[in-house]
């Protein structure tokens, strides 16, 4: 079954720790986006991808870094900057070309500061 | 920065009935889509309408869209506790170094009660 995986689904971060959340997808997608979600509210865009080894930021990238070095991955670092890093985050992925396409979500990582 | 504004908030109807939501925005769209999140779940994607179109319907769902009042609207007829969910709309604010940006709304709560 084509896909994709979020892992890890709890995280938890230390003052002053970086860490990493995991997106693999499996459908042979060229783009790749991660959102940040708030509760009660919508998804805003962090980062997005096109191609590999290419990324763009989106509309709150500060604090965040990403990387793509294999079309099926797109991590997404939280760095110690993002001051408030509680959230829900989710990946994303999309055709790309041609325009119209849905966009395939993965199921989350929550994020909680210890 | 154009986004899709829900109306209402929140929803709570008895199983059977039939629910509306709606959505407005500010500018030009490309397409207009709708997604359904379960608690602590990913989206998933419902309906794609492009700016050319005014109806499309998908099972028990259908989705107008009106681009002289810059609004479209969910409905879901015949509704189940299945349905309960999150439903959000995003508009496509256009293809950016090659990868579709969307523009998410802040969602509709629906419950379905027995």
């Known amino acids: 079954d084509g896909g994709i995986t979020q892992s890890p689904k709890y995280l938890f971060r230390k003052e002053g720790q970086n860490v990493t959340l995991s997106c693999e997808q499996n459908?042979?997608?060229?783009?790749m986006y991660w959102y940040r979600q708030d509760p009660g509210q919508g998804l805003r865009l962090i980062y997005y991808s096109q191609i590999v080894n290419d990324f763009q930021k989106g509309d709150i990238a500060e604090g965040y870094s990403v990387s793509r070095e294999k079309k099926e991955s797109f991590p997404l670092t939280v760095t110690s900057a993002q001051k408030n890093p509680t959230a829900f985050y989710l990946c994303?992925?999309?055709?790309?070309?041609?325009?119209?396409?849905?966009?395939?979500f993965g199921d989350g990582t929550r994020l909680s500061i210890l | 920065s154009q986004q899709g504004e829900e109306d209402p908030q929140a929803l709570s109807i008895q199983e059977g009935e039939n629910a509306t939501m709606n959505c407005s925005y500010k500018?030009?769209?490309?397409?207009l889509q709708w997604y359904r999140q379960n608690s602590g779940r990913g989206l998933v994607h419902l309906i794609l309408?492009?700016?050319?179109?005014r109806e499309k319907h998908s099972g028990r769902l259908r989705v107008t869209l009106d681009t002289s009042k810059k609004s479209s609207s969910l409905l879901i007829t015949a509704s189940r506790a299945a349905d309960t969910a999150s439903y959000f709309c995003?508009?496509?604010?256009?293809?950016?170094?090659?990868?579709?940006?969307?523009?998410f709304g802040q969602g509709t709560r629906l419950t379905i009660n027995p």
């Open positions: 500018t030009s769209i490309n397409n």
């Open positions: 994303a992925s999309s055709i790309g070309q041609p325009r119209n396409q849905p966009q395939h």
């Open positions: 459908l042979n997608h060229d783009a």
């Open positions: 995003a508009t496509d604010a256009g293809i950016i170094q090659g990868a579709q940006k969307l523009v």
């Open positions: 309408i492009r700016s050319n179109e």
